[in-house]
């Protein structure tokens, strides 16, 4: 459900602290009768930004007065608070029950339950967060990695808007040179020649190219690669993803067939989560247990970014024969491939990397660790991931997309410049280049762009 229009302008509250049992929960109401329901609430009008100890007043079944707990209660007045609007936070205990209790109070009093992201979505439109800050506070909520988290921090802080901000104004100068060449064409002076604008427009191609990639960085730490384990009975998938994950997350045995479910664990590599999926050994069973958990391994292998095809280098095998025996008619294409030759501590076979065109080989012994830092280095080489260090900050896909278009409309500019000097079609794709820009910041967004996007918010925010 979208959290706009924005004329929906009335009081809303929700749980803003995790769901169950804790030390503390804090009920948040935000919108024009925070004051009532403080009064109502509290019996008073807590002083501004004061932590106020209070008792959290109600009523019972009967209709007779009720303390339901005691606690801090923190007035915002609009407009210095996260949304603009006047906010007012209850900080009870964290008891299920008594936050319920104390919602139903506030629902009485005059709010209604926020919808997903709301909170975020009105500090947006008041103007106390742009889009990418918004989304940022979803992102540090949700972060899977401490480089997760930092990302987010940063974006949340303002310094991916800063730097869409400043492309943005070099636009705006070049805009303003071109338009000026359209404008007032009897004038001697060539503006496009006396503004270098083609050389500015280089210089911007070059800006977005680092920001894209420091962008691709942040989708890449936010969202990780997912890699399913694949192979046959005792190739040692089970033992591979427990030296990965460096614990023992999968049950090892020697017998055949001891992983049928799913396995799933989350690890990070320099800051990068990594999906592992451990899935049952592929071979012909009359086991129906077994088949089921085969047929779910090709399930998980459709959605995997990446097949580690686990094979025994003590039983050397064609890649080719183990492919086309389990997935030729079974899936349409494979993922990227990345062969893995185990237990070379048996085989004697030597640790390390092989590249070919067709794929790429590692061998290693997941009993020992030999070879797995080279696999982990490959895993991180195959998404192009490499540590962005304090520039780094928390971006998604559809940032991606935007970039990208922003960078193909000013390529097509400089191109049309360099062959004709066309001031009209350059002041175009210059114009749809900031459009994009504005996508990402929210100067410019659909209503139903923005209602996706703070849709997938928690509740609370």
């Known amino acids: 459900m979208s959290v706009l229009p924005q004329s929906d302008t009335g009081t809303i509250a929700a749980t803003a602290t995790a769901p169950g049992r804790g030390g503390i929960g804090i009920i948040r109401v935000s919108g024009p009768a925070v004051r009532a329901i403080a009064r109502r609430i509290t019996r008073t009008l807590p002083e501004a930004r004061h932590a106020s100890f209070t008792r959290f007043q109600g009523t019972d079944e009967t209709g007779n007065p009720l303390v339901i707990d005691e606690g801090i209660a923190l007035f915002f007045p609009a407009p210095n608070s996260f949304t603009g609007e006047d906010v007012i936070e209850f900080h009870a205990h964290g008891g299920p029950v008594i936050l319920d209790l104390l919602l139903r109070e506030v629902i009485a009093a005059g709010a209604r339950l926020a919808r997903p992201g709301e909170f975020s979505a009105r500090a947006y439109l008041n103007g106390k967060l742009d889009l990418t800050q918004a989304e940022a506070i979803a992102d540090l909520i949700d972060s899977a990695s401490t480089q997760a988290a930092r990302n987010a921090l940063r974006s949340l802080q303002g310094q991916f808007s800063a730097r869409i901000h400043a492309v943005v104004e070099q636009l705006i100068q070049l805009r303003m040179f071109v338009e000026a060449s359209i404008d007032f064409p009897e004038e001697e002076v060539d503006f496009l020649a006396e503004s270098s604008v083609g050389e500015q427009l280089q210089a911007l191609l070059d800006d977005l190219g680092r920001i894209l990639d420091t962008a691709r960085q942040g989708v890449l730490v936010r969202e990780g690669m997912t890699l399913v384990l694949a192979g046959r009975p005792n190739a040692g998938k089970s033992s591979l993803m427990n030296c990965l994950a460096g614990r023992d997350t999968a049950i090892v045995t020697a017998i055949p067939g001891t992983t049928r479910d799913i396995l799933r664990e989350q690890i990070q590599i320099d800051g990068l989560p990594l999906h592992i999926v451990d899935t049952a050994g592929l071979r012909e069973s009359p086991d129906e247990i077994e088949r089921e958990g085969i047929r779910r391994a090709i ?39 990345v062969v893995v030759m185990n237990k070379c501590d048996l085989s004697g076979a030597r ?27 490959h895993l991180k080489e195959c998404v192009g991931y490499h540590a962005v260090g304090e520039g780094g900050f928390s971006a998604r896909r559809r940032h991606l997309d935007a970039l990208e278009r922003c960078i193909t409309a000013l390529h097509y500019g400089l191109q049309r410049l360099r062959e004709s000097g066309a001031a009209e079609l350059l002041a175009e794709d210059l114009r749809s280049a900031q459009q994009c820009l504005g ?22 925010k």
Request: proline residues 5%; charged residues 25%.
């Open 299 to 337: 399930a998980e292998i459709r959605g995997a970014d990446r097949l580690l095809l686990v094979l025994d280098s003590t039983q050397p095998e064609s890649v080719d024969a183990v492919v086309q025996a389990h997935f030729a008619g079974v899936l349409d294409e494979l993922p990227p491939l």
């Open 351 to 377: 640790p390390g990397i092989q590249r070919a065109a067709e794929r790429t080989t590692v061998t290693v012994s997941a009993l020992t660790g030999a070879g797995i830092d080279v696999l982990r280095e």
């Open 439 to 460: 996508e990402i910041t929210g100067e410019f967004s659909s209503d139903e762009l923005l209602g996706r996007i703070f849709s997938s918010f928690c509740i609370g």
